[in-house]
Every structure is written in C-alpha cells, then in structure tokens.
C-alpha cells in the first residue's frame, strides 16, 4: 500500500481544510486506492478524523520555542521517512510544511501562498500553483489538480458523504440559525472592520425583524463560537434554561433557541438541519455551502476580493456588506433579500 | 440578451496573424476567428504577439511588447481579452495583465491536440497552462469530457472554424478534376517545410494504401507542402480529401485540415474514432474509414462515381457551414466569455 500513499500538508485553520474537501476529495476519486495521510494543526487534528476519505491525520503540535520546535521538527520528518509516498502536497503553502517535505520522497507539488518560495519550488522540481487573490481560491485548487492529472468535479462532490455528524442537537421544527460568534464584535475579532457590535436589546429585534420578514413560519436558533462575549450572556438572561447550555424563549410565540459552546461538529449538525443560516463569512459559511443551505454572510468592504477569493465558487451564498447592527436593523434591502431566498429555496 | 444589445463588444485578440508570413497563412484559425467577430458586430482590436516580437534576441523587446499590450487596452478598454497560442507571455505575465484589469474577461483557445498519448503532449499541454489559471474560459479543439486534466466548468469544445470569405471552393460542382485525392502535412505551418530524417506517422499510413490508378496529390510526402493561394489552387484540382491526424483518436480533435476539405466541397475520408459521427453522418456528409484496407476500396470507388461524390461533399460543406462557421463560433465564444445565455444552440455546444 506504500506506493500508494499520498501526503497532504493542511496546517492551518478549519475553513482552509475544508475549501481544500473537493480538492481532496476529486484526488481520491481518480486515485481510489490510494492511502490518504494528512499533517494537520493540532486544533483540526480531531475534526478532520470525521471524514472518511482521510485514512490518516498526523498532528502538527505548535510550539513556540525555537529549540521544542527543532525538535518536533525533526521528529515529524524521522516519523514520516519511514514511509513511503507517491505524492506528496502541500495545500497550506507554508514554509515549515515545504521544509519538511523537502526530506520526504515523492512526487512533490505545493499551493504557494505567494511567490515567495517560486524558486525553491523549481530548483527542487516541485510542481506549483500559486494560489493568487485576483481569482477565486477553488480555480486555484482546479488548476494544482489539473497539473496533477485529475479535474475537480464541484457539482459531483458532497464533502459530508458518510460524515460522522453527532446528533445531539437534533430539532424537530424548521429553523433559521444565526450563528452570533466573535466576528460580530471587531474587539474580538480584526479591529479594522465595521463592528456590528449587537447589543442584547439589539440582538433581541434583529430576531424579531426576522420572525416578521419570514411570517414567523421558522423558528430560530442562536449559536456561538468559542469566545465568550458577555452581550450574549446578558441577552439570554431572561431565557429559560432547562436543559444544560441550551436557553429557550418564546417570540410571537414562536419558539428562539440560544445553544452555548457548541463543538464545530454539533454546529455542522445543527448547519445541515437549518432551512437557513445568517453568519459572518468564514467557516461556518463554507460548512453551509457544502450542505447546500441557503446563507446570507456579513463580509467587509475593503476586503471584497478576499471574500470572492474564498466564496466565489459558492452558488448558495448571499455576500452583504458588515454594517453597524443600528444600520443593519433599518436595512429593509437585507430582510427582503432573506425573504425572498427562503421562498426561493 | 438578445443580440443586438452585443453589438459593439469590444474584444483585444493576441493572436499570431502570421503578418511575417506575408499572406502565406491568409487563411488561418485567428484570421477566421476575427472575421467573425466582425460578422457578429463585435468591435475587434488585434495583436499580433509573433509579428511584435520576431528578431527577438536575448527577448530584449518582450517589456517594449508588454507596454504595447497595457497602452493598447488603456486606449480600446475591451471588455474581453482573448489569447490565442501566445506563447511569448508567462504566467506570471498574465497573472500581472489579470491583476491589472481585474474587470476584463481574460479567455483563450488552444488548437493544438491535447491528447495525452501524443508524442508532444506534456510541451502542448505546458503551452495550453500558461494562460489556463488565470483565463476565466478556455476553448480547445478536443471535447474536454475526455480529457483527465481540464476543468470543465471553465473549458469548452470549439470545432475548427470555417469562413465564407475564404473557404469558398466548391469542388462537388466538378466531374473530372486533375486529381482524385488529396492531402497535405507539414512539420508545423510556421517552419513551412519538412524536418530532414523525421517520418511522420501519417506518411507511414499512406504508404500502406494502394493507389493504382489513382490520382493524387499529396503534400509533404510527395511534394513540398504548399502555402498561401497555391494551396488553395491545388485543392481546387482534388475530387477527394483525406484528414489524417496523428496519435490515438480523442473525441473531437483534429487538425484545420478538416475545414480546409469540407468546407472547399471535397469529398472527405475521416478516421472513425474520434465521435465526429456526431456532426457528421457517414455516406450522408462524410465517409468514415477504419483502417488502410476500407480506406482503399472508398478511395476507388468515390472517384470514378461522380453523382455519390458529390452529394456527399455538398452535404458535407453545407453541414459544415452550419455548424461551424466563424460567425457561429465565435458569437458562442463571445456568450460563453461573459456568461450570457446561448442564443443558438448547436450539437457541440454546451
């Protein structure tokens, strides 16, 4: 099974693994014996496991120190010359995932991040794409793939094919989620971005204007990321908390359902039962894109084509421009704009 | 969009246009290509990459030539730049080009065989890739279903262009013509002439046939290959064509030679293999041939039987016409580009 393995470096966050599922994927579809090893960061290490076309996740542990690091180093490239690899590819682009690869045998290729490493790449014959901005990412993975003799098919791929999903968040009736994580504070998150800032009254209307601009037909689940935000805490206050970390309350009697620290896999769960997600633009919206689920995401202005570059090959999402949430609750064009993707969806 | 509205849209081709040639290649794929465009009202602005950049020594004139490329878009503002085989830009050129004018469409087409059991196959493939990242839509001569490599979202099939302007001979009208069959090869249409001490697979074929009494006239085996309006003049002599491609049939690839035959009104001998069968009915259109022995018994009996070959070779040039005219072509080019609907649907289209 040696000569079939295929190495594949994916060091960085949850969103970059998993643009990076239909490249994978499409491989393992024109190559379906081959032995798939992915090195991982440590914090994806466990969610990438989920997926069966990955045979094997080896942990990139993150050290800071520059002797622990050597060391790791060292031990990751003893770990991996012992095995043998047809391919080998790197998806992250990253300097430390090129170094090691340069110690490990095979068919080398690498998704640069920018020229930087070009001549590397040529003097030790790796083939390489660089992965530009002025196009969305996905061309870019279509064309590494093209070098590498396979196409990939969008429209044939479900990411979440024999997905191991955790099922305790199941809800009964049809909901629209809006997942409230960091990226709505810009204290939390880049500051240089239009905060939206929604304050517990706010976030209070922005589910009512939702309840009425969709005929409270749906009800609503709230979800967060992992930092903890205290506006949210304050707007749950009055919630009812009957079971641990998930709070209920009743709007126009239509039932709101906040749900504290979620893993991303109960997240995925509760993303592929939804009829609808509101979201900032990130890995959750990557998420409902290969579960086909209707969004609209919150992007910033000034990084317009960073948003294309990641979403421009997403058919299901809708891009508005972050606003302040006061803006955001008297922009009739984005309540219209939901109404009329839920009746078309 | 109906197309009146598209009048007008203003396209830059980078292409070869042979001027160096001095009209020997009057009739060549991005000749035809512009003609089109022009047919269909579209405003457009040629460069001829090879013209700009002959006598290049040590490439001292290609940042003279990039300049010309950025002035002229600064002057025309196309909406579309399409690229033929100009090989003389990299990617990181086009990258730049791209990154410069992020409203333009950027789409080429490629002619050339992609048929990964070519013997050329990786040196055309690596010239198809030079614009390939970067092109939002690529055409090629070949179906891109067969091929392993090609995104098909952003990769479409193109049949080899035919002009009324220029393929204007109509030898089914004619009985008895100086020769029974034609064909013509050459070592690349640049070099205009044979490479000494290379046997082409196709002359190895040909030898195979028995041609006893009959008459031909074949090019690059018996004769030098011919250019320009003598080549026109000798297929005009011809009752027959052959298309000879070389390596293993790809669904449909072939070389302009297919043009060139059809649509002049010869009778035209095709390789079964290559799915032309979808455009092209056998002994309706065309005659499909599998091997040298069929080929042989088609050849003799087609040339003494004046009333079957010619109503096949006028079928066969009025399909042709039909489906592959530059004027058809290149209005799919242009929807296909800026993602419009297809106006005109035709088999090959997608």
């Known amino acids: 099974m040696d000569e079939l393995r295929t190495l594949i470096f994916r060091t960085d966050r949850l969103g970059d693994f998993i643009i990076s599922c239909p490249f994978i994927i499409s491989y393992k579809n024109k190559f379906p014996d081959s032995n798939i090893s992915i090195v991982s960061s440590e914090y994806n290490s466990n969610?990438?496991?989920?997926?069966?076309?990955?045979?094997?996740?080896?942990?990139?542990?993150?050290?800071?120190?520059?002797?622990?690091?050597?060391?790791?180093?060292?031990k990751i490239?003893?770990?991996?010359?012992?095995?043998?690899?047809?391919?080998?590819?790197?998806?992250?682009?990253?300097?430390?995932?090129?170094?090691?690869?340069?110690?490990?045998?095979?068919?080398?290729?690498?998704?640069?991040?920018?020229?930087?490493?070009?001549?590397?790449?040529?003097?030790?014959?790796?083939?390489?794409v660089i992965n530009y901005e002025i196009q969305n990412q996905m061309k870019n993975f279509s064309y590494l793939a093209s070098l590498l003799n396979f196409n990939i098919d969008l429209k044939n791929i479900d990411v979440y094919k024999n997905y191991n999903f955790k099922k305790k968040l199941d809800l009964k009736k049809k909901y629209i989620l809006i997942h409230l994580d960091e990226k709505w504070y810009n204290h939390l998150y880049y500051t240089d971005f239009t905060d939206i800032n929604p304050t517990p009254g706010q976030i209070n209307s922005f589910v009512k204007k939702i309840l009425d601009a969709t005929n409270n037909v749906f009800e609503v689940v709230i979800t967060t990321g992992s930092k903890k935000i205290k506006d949210l805490n304050d707007f749950v206050s009055d919630f009812n908390n009957s079971v641990e970390n998930i709070y209920t309350k009743q709007f126009n009697n239509i039932c709101v359902t906040f749900i504290k620290d979620t893993t991303f896999n109960d997240l995925e769960n509760l993303v592929k039962n939804s009829s609808f997600l509101i979201c900032c633009e990130g890995g959750i919206s990557h998420v409902s894109h290969n579960l086909n689920i209707q969004t609209i995401a919150f992007y910033e202005k000034s990084r317009f084509q960073h948003t294309k570059y990641w979403t421009g090959h997403m058919?299901?999402?809708?891009?508005?421009?972050?606003?302040?949430?006061?803006?955001?609750?008297?922009?009739?064009?984005?309540?219209?704009?939901?109404?009329?993707?839920?009746?078309?969806? | 969009m109906n197309l009146f509205s598209k009048k007008g849209i203003k396209?830059?081709?980078i292409a070869d246009m042979h001027q160096r040639h001095q009209g020997r290649l009057f009739y060549s794929t991005g000749?035809?290509?512009?003609?089109?465009?022009?047919?269909?009202?579209?405003?457009?602005?040629?460069?001829?990459?090879?013209?700009?950049?002959?006598?290049?020594?040590?490439?001292?004139?290609?940042?003279?030539?990039?300049?010309?490329?950025?002035?002229?878009?600064?002057?025309?503002?196309?909406?579309?730049?399409?690229?033929?085989?100009?090989?003389?830009?990299?990617?990181?050129?086009?990258?730049?080009?791209?990154?410069?004018?992020k409203n333009i469409n950027f789409s080429q087409y490629f002619v050339d065989t992609l048929d990964p059991n070519f013997e050329k196959f990786s040196q055309h493939k690596d010239r198809f890739f030079l614009k390939y990242q970067i092109c939002d839509t690529n055409f090629i001569t070949t179906d891109p279903s067969s091929l392993d490599f090609i995104d098909k979202s952003k990769t479409f099939f193109i049949p080899n262009i035919c002009d009324r302007s220029i393929d204007i001979l109509e030898n089914y009208k004619y009985e008895n013509l100086e020769y029974d069959i034609f064909f013509a090869l050459s070592h690349g249409q640049h070099r205009g002439g044979l490479k000494k001490g290379y046997i082409d697979e196709r002359v190895k074929f040909i030898n195979q046939i028995e041609l006893i009494d009959i008459?031909?006239?074949?090019?690059g085996i018996d004769k030098k290959p011919v250019w320009g309006e003598q080549f026109f003049i000798e297929l005009s002599k011809s009752k027959m064509g052959l298309n000879l491609n070389r390596g293993m049939p790809i669904?449909?690839?072939?070389?302009?030679?297919i043009c060139s035959l059809i649509a002049n009104g010869l009778l035209t001998f095709l390789q079964v293999g290559y799915s032309y069968e979808d455009f092209f009915e056998h002994r309706k259109d065309v005659i499909y041939f599998n091997d040298h022995l069929e080929l042989n018994d088609y050849i003799k009996y087609y040339s003494t039987n004046y009333k079957d070959r010619s109503k096949i070779a006028f079928n066969g040039k009025e399909t042709y016409f039909k489906i592959c005219e530059n004027s058809l072509v290149t209005k799919y080019m242009v929807e296909k580009i800026l993602d419009y609907k297809i106006s005109d649907k035709l088999l090959w289209m997608n």
């Open chain 1, 47 to 74: 969610y990438i496991e989920n997926f069966n076309f990955i045979n094997e996740v080896i942990p990139l542990k993150r050290v800071i120190n520059f002797f622990p690091k050597i060391y790791f180093l060292i």
């Open chain 1, 77 to 128: 490239i003893l770990t991996l010359k012992k095995k043998k690899f047809k391919n080998i590819i790197i998806l992250d682009g990253k300097k430390r995932s090129f170094f090691i690869s340069l110690f490990l045998k095979g068919n080398k290729s690498i998704l640069l991040q920018s020229s930087g490493l070009v001549i590397l790449s040529k003097i030790f014959n790796y083939k390489f």
């Open chain 1, 315 to 345: 058919t299901k999402i809708s891009l508005v421009e972050r606003k302040k949430m006061h803006d955001l609750l008297n922009d009739n064009k984005f309540y219209d704009l939901l109404k009329n993707k839920i009746n078309n969806s």
């Open chain 2, 11 to 13: 396209i830059l081709h």
């Open chain 2, 31 to 101: 000749k035809k290509m512009n003609n089109g465009f022009i047919k269909n009202d579209f405003n457009v602005l040629q460069i001829s990459d090879r013209d700009f950049l002959q006598s290049n020594i040590f490439n001292y004139k290609k940042p003279l030539f990039i300049k010309y490329i950025y002035n002229t878009i600064k002057n025309f503002n196309p909406q579309i730049i399409l690229l033929g085989h100009v090989d003389s830009l990299n990617e990181e050129d086009i990258y730049e080009l791209k990154n410069h004018h």
């Open chain 2, 215 to 219: 008459k031909k006239n074949f090019f």
């Open chain 2, 251 to 257: 669904k449909y690839y072939s070389s302009d030679r």
